[in-house]
Each structure stands twice: as structure tokens, then as C-alpha cells.
């Protein structure tokens, strides 16, 4: 038996399944999950001593790869001076200093926690901005577990939604409009039936957690138009695509500006993090200089702040996200073309360093009921072969995946070589 599942079963007496976030414990994949001990670059090791091509990258935040010496130099400086102090520090500002001049659209910034901090906070202030209570979300999109976000779909496609998890009030998820992404027709008809209603719309703008599913041309424009017409607030939710699509996150790449804007791990360096912001008078409204109160005693960690700064830094350099969207293009197109030689049905998606792929005879995967509709039982098989292969891709078929520039033309060249050893099984 390896370690890992010694581990595994270790974990469980107490640990509710024993993991700290659902989608580790394989229930997407089956088997055991593997615990890591190790990592470096683009490789991870695991607890028995295994080494695997990781493109998973702790969820995104990994844009430099695993233990790079600034980001490690930048740690250890700071933790010589202190951990924390729950007090204010000018490495705080450096980093909303940082983020202002990187994103546009975000006149002012507040750190937080983590990336459902970000978002639970950013439609309360929405709400208190706008003094309305109804918020429109999309299917297949995911921003974090807070109660107004775990809701479904109701059974009209302008039916209020229903909470998807116990513990969730009624009440609040009646609140919560739950549509189609990249169906703007749907999107327009919603505002024309309950517009003066709505205090934001929060979206993935490049989807990360239905797979990678980028915006239909003139989604995103859609959105814009119909928050601008009827005073709602659109938040787009950059936790898993800001930095990772372009310097200036999906906003950037698609030119649409949004009222504010949540970002996580990333800006941390892998470390835990998350900050909100966007237009002055709208940040304005927060405590304490507003009504909507939010408060954190770790918030602007300055370790996190740190590992952060030094990130940012270092993707500014010229270069950075040529080198990044060539090999995940590379990586992608290759996978098609191997699978293809297999007479397996492969589709892929890429925007900068992010990507999927699904198993589906589908050209183009840009809907949520696309994705659901993919061959999951293929990509369970795929994903333990791979993973036998030495190569980790995330444990479920509805997440991306994630490039850094760590990753050289050798760790490509094993991937695509493991890649096609696994297609001939399937």
C-alpha cells in the first residue's frame, strides 16, 4: 500500500472525507487522492517519492512554478521581521499600489483573505451601492461557498434560483438569478424583465470551473451594456484568470471594464490571499469610510503581500506571457493532433496560461450544457493514466488546467509522449 492512501485513511478519522477542500478527494475521478510532500519548478513529489509534471500549479497561482528563489527570498526576508501584526504596513499599500497600475478598472483595492472572502464581500457592497437585493450568476461558474453563490438554476431560465446545499436559506437563494454563460440573448431579456431590480451581475469572464471556457464574442459586451442601462454593478470574478489570461487579467485581454473586480491566490504567490476593488466611488462605500462594513484581522498579510509583490514583479518582465500562451497553445493543439492519431474525439480551449480539454465530438465547447455532456467515464481513464504516467492534471473533468514558466520544451515533450501512450488505452 503507498503512503499516500496510508495517509488517506489516516486523514479520515478526522477530517470530513478526509480533505480540507471537496475536489481533492478524487470523488471526480475515483481512487485515492495523492498526498504531496515536495515541489520544485513544474514537479511535484509525492509522500512514496514520485515526481509528476504538475499542471494543476496549486490552482493557478503558481505563474513562475513551485519555489521560485524570489518569491522564496521574499518570504524568508519578511518572516525575519514578523509574521503579522493585524495592523497597517506600507508593504499593504506597495501591493494595492501594485494592482492599481497592473488592472485598469480598479481605482482603489481591499486585501482580504481568500477568494470567497472576495467575492461574498463584493456583492455586499454591490447590494449596498445599488439598495437591491437580487444578483444574476451564471451556471458552471463557481466564486466561492458563500450562501448567495450555492444556488442552481430554477426550473425557468428567469426562474429565482434554489440552494444547491443544505444550509442554504430559501429566502436568500430567491434572491440569486442563475443563468446561461455566453447566452447574451438570455442575459438582455432578463434585465428588460427585472433590470431596476438587480444590484450586480458577478461572472467568471474567462470560466475556470466548468473547465476553461472562454466568452463568446459580445458576452462580456452584453453584460456591460445592460449593468450600464439599469445602474446594476458588474463584478467580474478574476480568482482563477487574473494574471493567469494576460497582466491585466481577462479585462484586459477583451477590453471590457467592469465595476469591480475579485482576485485571489495569485496575488499571494500561492500563499492565502484575496482582494476586491474597482471604481472609487463604489470602494468608497466600504467601511470604514462607508455603510458596508468587511473586516479581517489577517487581511494584508505581509507575508502573503511579500510572496505577492515579488510575483507581480517578475511577471511584468517583457516576454513573460508570449512564452506562457505559446506553450500552452502548443500543449493544446498537440493533445488534439495525438488524439486524433488514437481516433479519439478531443476538444481544447486555451486564453494565456489557462486551459481544457474535453472528450466530446463537439468542435467548440462554450456552453456549460457542452461540458456536461462530455465523455466523463473517458476522462476518468485519461486522467489515472496519466497520473500513472507522471503527470498531474486536475482530479475533475470540469476544472482547468494551468501552464507555468517553468514548464520547458522537456516537460511538453513527456507530457505529449505520456499523452499519447494513454490515448492508445481508452
Same mark, same amino acid.
Given at each position: ?41 513544474? #514537479? ?93 450568476? &451564471? ?10 453563490? #450555492? ?7 428567469l426562474t429565482l434560483g434554489v440552494p444547491n ?6 429566502? #436568500? ?120 462594513y468587511q473586516a479581517g484581522t489577517l487581511s ?60 466530446t465530438e463537439e468542435k467548440q465547447v462554450s ?11 473517458? &476522462? ?21 488546467? &494551468? ?19 494513454? &490515448?492508445?488505452?481508452?
Open positions: 500500500m503507498s503512503r499516500s492512501s496510508d495517509l488517506f485513511e489516516r486523514a479520515q478519522q478526522h477530517i470530513p472525507g478526509g480533505v480540507n477542500s471537496p475536489v481533492r478527494a478524487f470523488k471526480g475521478v475515483g481512487g485515492t487522492p495523492i498526498f504531496f510532500k515536495s515541489a520544485q519548478g513544474p #514537479l511535484l513529489t509525492d509522500e512514496d517519492g514520485k515526481q509528476y509534471i504538475d499542471y494543476v500549479q496549486s490552482w493557478g497561482p503558481m505563474i513562475l512554478g513551485h519555489g521560485h528563489p524570489d518569491i522564496i527570498a521574499a518570504v524568508q526576508n519578511q518572516v525575519q521581521q514578523a509574521l503579522g501584526f493585524g495592523a497597517p504596513t506600507e508593504i499593504e499599500i506597495a501591493m494595492a499600489e501594485k494592482i492599481c497600475q497592473l488592472i485598469p478598472s480598479m481605482d482603489m483595492v481591499r486585501m482580504v483573505n481568500s477568494g470567497t472572502e472576495a467575492t461574498m464581500t463584493a456583492i455586499r457592497l454591490a447590494r449596498g451601492f445599488t439598495g437591491r437585493d437580487k444578483i444574476v450568476k &451564471f451556471e458552471g461558474c463557481y466564486h466561492g461557498h458563500a450562501d448567495s453563490l #450555492l444556488v442552481k438554476a430554477g426550473s425557468g431560465a446545499s443544505p444550509g442554504v436559506p430559501a429566502a #436568500l437563494a430567491e434572491q440569486t438569478l442563475t443563468l446561461n454563460f455566453n447566452d447574451a440573448e438570455q442575459v438582455t431579456q432578463c434585465f428588460q424583465d427585472m433590470g431596476d431590480e438587480i444590484a450586480c451581475i458577478i461572472v467568471e469572464p474567462i470560466a475556470g470551473n466548468m473547465n476553461c471556457i472562454p466568452p463568446e464574442p459580445g458576452f462580456l459586451e452584453t453584460l456591460r451594456k445592460v449593468c450600464d442601462e439599469s445602474g446594476a454593478v458588474l463584478i467580474f470574478d478574476e480568482v482563477m484568470c487574473g494574471f493567469r489570461a494576460g497582466l491585466q487579467g481577462a479585462q484586459g485581454v477583451y477590453g471590457v471594464k467592469p465595476d469591480l473586480t475579485t482576485l485571489g491566490k495569485v496575488i499571494g504567490g500561492g500563499m492565502p490571499v484575496g482582494a476586491f476593488g474597482g471604481r472609487r466611488d463604489i470602494m468608497e462605500y466600504i467601511a470604514p469610510l462607508g455603510p458596508v494584508g498579510n505581509p507575508v502573503a503581500m511579500a510572496a505577492g509583490l515579488a510575483m507581480l514583479d517578475a511577471i511584468e518582465q517583457p516576454g513573460v506571457y508570449d512564452q506562457l500562451t505559446k506553450n500552452t497553445k502548443e500543449l493544446t493543439l498537440m493533445l488534439e493532433e495525438i488524439a486524433a492519431e488514437s481516433q479519439i474525439p478531443l476538444t481544447t480551449n486555451s486564453v494565456g496560461s489557462m486551459f481544457g480539454f474535453f472528450f456552453r456549460f450544457q457542452q461540458v456536461c455532456a462530455c465523455d466523463g467515464e473517458r &476522462f476518468k481513464k485519461f486522467f489515472h493514466g496519466m497520473l500513472a504516467e507522471g503527470v498531474y492534471l486536475a482530479p475533475s473533468s470540469f476544472e482547468a488546467g &494551468f501552464m507555468s514558466l517553468a514548464h520547458k520544451d522537456s516537460h511538453l515533450d513527456q507530457t505529449l509522449s505520456a499523452a499519447a501512450k494513454v &490515448f492508445k488505452t481508452l
